[in-house]
């Protein structure tokens, strides 16, 4: 089977990530990725810029304190949140560097905060600091644009709300969802209405912590707060007034929430022509889970039974299969090496 130029692309892509993640194991000083360079990453300490957006970045561990800083757009935001006795601790606030007051953020600004967190979720699971900052840009790029980059959250504040419960074992099923009777007040008799709670895969990602859909550890949080907010969003209007104070209420679930990630194992197997292996999803299955193959004409098939996924050789050569479904967050890959 001959290799296609997009092949040989791919086989580069990989080949330029895997020295780009070992860059940072060794903390290689001014690594670059695409339109985002690192001048320092250790466990306690990340630094770095990308021109093309904009931004300048910083988040320090300190004291059981992670201390997040952006820059963009002559606005200053920083976002602290502790950790172990001081997990419950989170505050925001962003200003105007000319005016020092108070600000909020614009479509621009959100954009360019959303591209970040798109560049740098390759990194998800590098440390603990890391994790914190892609939960810092995950719910930024979901700040509203009317409100203001203020929010206080500590045992001192009586308003103060407990982590919610946790959605994983709800995806991909339908529930009844309370939501406020208006857009600008949560007083009064609350309506309710049945949501399905579902992925990408599904087309809807409502009940996720996030704005849209996303993939991978650190954008696959799904938490009851962040369900009220996104049905309340979806009724009145993401910058409702009512809907701000649930995005409030959900904020420590997009640092703290449980990952609803249902990996699949192994992720690369070998088998011979006519033979079958087979791999498991980590987690219950929909009967909607499907697979895919790259490249289309593949050295092997799969299907899908319960959380049993049985591969078959069936020419010699390498594929790539996709495991998706309600009841995965994205899209899991196996890869396949068919030999005679």
């Known amino acids: 089977m001959s ?6 692309m791919k086989g580069l892509k990989a080949t330029g990530l895997a020295m780009m993640v070992l860059a940072v194991l060794l903390s290689v000083p001014m690594m670059a990725m695409a339109a985002v360079q690192f001048s320092e990453v250790s466990d306690n300490r990340i630094v770095g810029a990308s021109a093309d957006l904009g931004v300048t970045f910083s988040a320090i561990t300190e004291d059981d304190m992670a201390t997040i800083e952006l820059q963009l757009n002559n606005k200053k935001i920083t976002v602290q949140k502790g950790y172990n006795d001081r997990s419950h601790e989170l505050y925001i606030r962003g200003i105007s560097i000319e005016s020092n007051e108070i600000t909020t953020l614009s479509q621009e600004d959100s954009i360019s905060i959303s591209n970040l967190h798109s560049e740098l979720l390759q990194y998800a699971g590098y440390n603990e600091l890391g994790d914190t900052f892609l939960d810092t840009l995950n719910l930024l790029s979901s700040w509203p644009d009317t409100m203001p980059l203020v929010l206080t959250k500590d045992e001192k504040n009586v308003e103060t709300k407990a982590l919610s419960k946790s959605l994983c074992s709800d995806i991909g099923k339908t529930v009844n969802v ?4 208006s857009a600008d007040s ?3 008799n609350w309506k309710s209405e049945a949501t399905f709670i579902g992925t990408s895969t599904a087309g809807k990602c ?6 849209r859909c996303g993939s991978g550890i650190i954008t696959d949080k ?3 707060n962040c369900l009220v907010h996104d049905v309340c969003a979806g009724k009145y209007g993401h910058t409702a007034k009512a809907c701000n104070k ?6 420590d679930d ?3 929430g449980k990952s609803c990630l249902r990996k699949v194992t192994p992720t690369s197997v070998k088998v011979k022509v006519g033979k079958t292996a087979t791999a498991t999803v980590n987690g219950d299955t929909s009967p909607y889970v499907t697979t895919t193959y790259f490249p289309l004409i593949s050295a092997a098939k799969a299907t899908v039974k319960g959380n049993t996924v049985t591969i078959t050789g069936v ?11 309600t009841s995965l967050v994205g899209t899991q890959y196996i890869e396949v090496t068919v030999s005679k």
């Open 254 to 256: 997009f640092f703290a």
């Open 186 to 188: 949560l007083g009064g």
């Open 246 to 251: 649930l995005l409030e209420d959900a904020a």
């Open 206 to 211: 409502v009940g996720r912590c996030g704005l």
């Open 315 to 325: 020419r010699k050569g390498v594929s790539r299969i996709g495991v998706s479904g």
């Open 3 to 8: 290799t296609t130029k997009e092949d040989k």
């Open 222 to 224: 799904y938490s009851v």
């Open 178 to 181: 309370s939501y406020p009777p």
